[in-house]
């Protein structure tokens, strides 16, 4: 069974950081592109950046870029997001997703992926 799970979520200050990780289990993220989304109270769920099989491509959303830095270890089967210079917008639950494709570019649609984590929850407090 293919499973993603997600953890690093928690509380942290305004201008704090976390690193986020996406654990596969049931398969190897080789080959897989692997994207991150978050949903916050009340809103719909957005992509915020996602990294090709290769690694060799990233892209960010334009509402966390600077702030954000995603990364994949293949040989731990994991997949990074930090999160730095934390503000209060950034609380939501963050999801990492999975789409097995051998394009060179990644992409942030969430209809793209098909496999999903359960989430795990960032709260910044100001």
């Known amino acids: 069974q293919l499973q993603l799970v997600e953890s690093g979520g928690g509380l942290v200050q305004s201008g704090g950081s976390l690193r986020l990780s996406c654990a596969a289990s049931g398969f190897s993220l080789n080959g897989y592109d692997i994207g991150w989304f978050r949903q916050a109270s009340g809103k719909e769920r957005e992509g915020v950046s996602c990294i090709s099989a290769s690694g060799g491509s990233t892209k960010y959303a334009d509402s966390v870029k600077g702030g954000f830095t995603i990364s994949r270890d293949n040989a731990k089967n994991t997949v990074y997001l930090r999160i730095d210079s934390s503000e209060p917008e950034d609380t939501a639950v963050y999801y990492c997703?999975?789409?097995?494709?051998?394009?060179?570019?990644?992409?942030?649609?969430?209809?793209?992926?098909?496999?999903w984590g359960q989430g795990t929850q960032v709260t910044v407090s100001s």
């Open positions: 997703a999975a789409v097995r494709r051998s394009f060179l570019l990644c992409v942030l649609p969430e209809s793209k992926y098909d496999y």
